[in-house]
């Protein structure tokens, strides 16, 4: 069975820091990018942050460029979101994703282009 648990949401109150996990079984996913994606309510979801499968490049959204950073632990099959300087505009549920092509060299940053995803964990900001 694949599975991604996403954890370390919750609440917290404008300016401090959140750091989520990702915790990927059932495969190795050392050979795939790793994504972060939120979902406003009745949106859908946009890409947050993706982390290349040597963990060596990194993408971020603008929105959230210079405040967030992904990291990757492949030896634990894990995936981490430090979340730091929050702001109200980052309460979403957060999902990590599993790209879809091994060893890839371009990044992907649409839903469609991963085939695995966590159950998403709640983050709510609040002033």
């Known amino acids: 069975q694949v599975q991604l648990v996403e954890s370390g949401g919750g609440l917290v109150q404008a300016g401090g820091s959140l750091r989520l996990s990702c915790a990927a079984s059932g495969r190795s996913f050392s050979s795939y990018i790793m994504g972060w994606f939120r979902q406003y309510p009745g949106k859908e979801r946009e890409s947050v942050a993706a982390?290349?499968?040597?963990?060596?490049?990194?993408y971020y959204a603008d929105s959230v460029k210079g405040r967030v950073i992904i990291s990757r632990d492949n030896a634990k099959n894990t995936v981490y979101l430090q979340m730091n300087s929050l702001k109200p505009e980052d309460t979403a549920v957060y999902y990590c994703?599993?790209?879809?092509?091994?060893?890839?060299?371009?990044?992907?940053?649409?839903?469609?282009?991963?085939?695995?995803w966590g159950q998403g964990t709640q983050v709510t900001v609040f002033s």
């Open positions: 994703a599993s790209d879809a092509t091994p060893y890839s060299s371009t990044w992907h940053l649409r839903t469609t282009q991963y085939d695995y």
């Open positions: 982390i290349s499968w040597t963990g060596g490049k990194t």
